[in-house]
């Protein structure tokens, strides 16, 4: 009889839970606004601890789902798609100081500012001042030459993963310093495989002349970029004709040549020696590397301490060009679309280019992509005007937010600058 009485009280409270609709654990009065109300001073509650593999099997998952990602080490909540609740950024920001140029009639990313959010949907603002009559200092040599060193102190100082390579043919490499006591050779397609990585980092270094042979193609695969990709040798680089070359070359005091109907996406650098281009292309990365600082190399796409700079016909340059003390004349046929410096520490004035229909263009790249409604095209005078440009963005995984310029006719100048990304709903 006792335990009937008893069955039927835990079904009088059972129902009554179920009449008010409402659960209480550890409060016997949970609140009025809540389904389940939990109460404790010393525990908490443990949501479903998952990988992201294990996550992204979760079938049809409704809005406001909840877990807790082990891969990540973060909530995750579904809403249209699933979302780090734990790395929510309201805004992102990246600012430049100082007067910057550009001569280019193409659109160039504007150094440094940069910015890869997270993915969401973001406003975009830029800001700046511009005007054509700057002042143009001629590139400190000493300067160079010192950021030069630490860049190549920097690749020196890397632990070295393999030392047994010589030749790189038709073949995939994964990120890592190949170093060797001789010289290196690179033929056929060779596939730099960053594996998802955008930090990754190659580096090949030789202990004597470095040389991709004619038709070499670089490939660049799985986030590889060529800012982080390194050729470095103690003794010349010679690139054959038709090759696809990406990423900087660095020789330690010798010459770089490059033969013609090459392209490089990279940089030439060298403390002492000769470089010889053309006729091709050659592009210096819209970014520094995330892992190697250049420095004031950083917008070279060609830099010699002591040699010349040999150009062939008609040549495309898209960067600085610099040579401490040797000739720049052959660049007369080429098109260089940024500054050529002269050897020296003397500031030279740029008298203005009044014009006014000399038209400077800006304008906001999503993923390497246009933003058409960001486009400005602004006449151009020795006053300094106001720029400021808008847009809205649906950032998707691993896409980079650039602001890029160009000026129709003579020399543009952008004075302090700021890209800032505000997460909207």
């Known amino acids: 009889m006792q335990d009937i009485r008893k069955l039927l009280l835990l079904l009088l409270l059972a129902n009554w839970q179920i009449s008010n609709a409402q659960v209480g654990i550890g409060t016997i009065n949970p609140d009025a606004s809540s389904i389940l109300d939990l109460a404790s001073n010393s525990q908490g509650i443990l949501t479903p601890r998952m990988t992201t593999e294990q996550r992204n099997l979760i079938s049809s998952p409704a809005n406001g789902l909840l877990i807790y990602n082990i891969t990540t080490s973060g909530f995750n909540y579904y ?33 440094y500012i940069s910015i890869s959010p997270t993915p969401g949907k ?11 009559n700057i002042m143009i200092i001629a590139a400190n040599t000493d300067n160079l030459l010192t950021d030069f060193f630490l860049a190549y102190n920097q690749l020196e100082i890397r632990p070295t993963t393999n030392t047994s390579r010589i030749n790189f043919s038709n073949e995939t490499i994964s990120p890592g310093k190949y170093s060797v006591a001789s010289a290196i050779e690179i033929s056929g397609s060779l596939t730099l495989d960053a594996g ?36 470095v040798a103690e003794g010349a680089i010679g690139i054959g004709a038709n090759t696809i070359a990406k990423g900087i070359l660095i020789s330690h005091g010798y010459a770089i040549a490059v033969a013609n109907a090459s392209t490089l996406d990279g940089k030439m650098l060298t403390n002492s020696g000769a470089i010889a281009f053309g006729v091709g292309t050659c592009t210096t990365p819209s970014k ?15 830099f010699t301490g002591s040699g010349a700079i040999n ?4 040549s495309v340059y898209n960067g600085n060009i610099a040579s401490g003390s040797g000739a720049t004349t052959s660049l007369a046929t080429a098109t260089v679309n940024g500054t050529i410096f002269p050897p020296g520490n003397t500031p030279e004035t ?6 006014e229909n000399t038209i400077a263009t800006f304008s906001i790249y999503q993923g390497g992509v246009l933003i058409p409604n960001s486009i400005r095209k602004l006449k151009c005078n020795s006053n300094r005007s106001n720029l400021s440009l808008q847009t809205i963005v649906d950032v998707i995984s691993g896409q980079t937010i650039d602001v890029k310029w160009n000026i129709s006719s003579g020399t543009l100048a952008l004075g302090n600058r700021i890209l800032t990304l505000t997460s909207v709903k």
Do not use: H
Request: hydrophobic share 35%; no cysteine; net charge negative.
């Open 79 to 111: 809403d249209d798609g699933w979302k780090d609740y734990g790395t929510y950024v309201k805004y992102y920001s990246t600012n430049g100081v100082g007067d910057i140029g550009t001569k280019s009639n193409i659109d160039m990313a504007l150094p």
């Open 311 to 314: 150009n062939t016909g008609a």
């Open 288 to 302: 520094e590397s995330s892992i190697i600082s250049l420095g004031s190399l950083s917008t070279f796409v060609a």
């Open 350 to 355: 740029n008298s203005g280019y009044s014009n």
């Open 122 to 132: 973001y406003s975009v603002s830029f800001d700046s001042q511009f005007t054509n």
């Open 196 to 231: 998802g990585d955008p930090n990754a980092l190659f580096v090949f270094k030789a202990n004597g002349d470095l040389n991709m042979v004619a038709g070499t193609t670089i490939i660049l695969k799985n986030g590889a970029l060529p800012e982080n990709v390194f050729w």
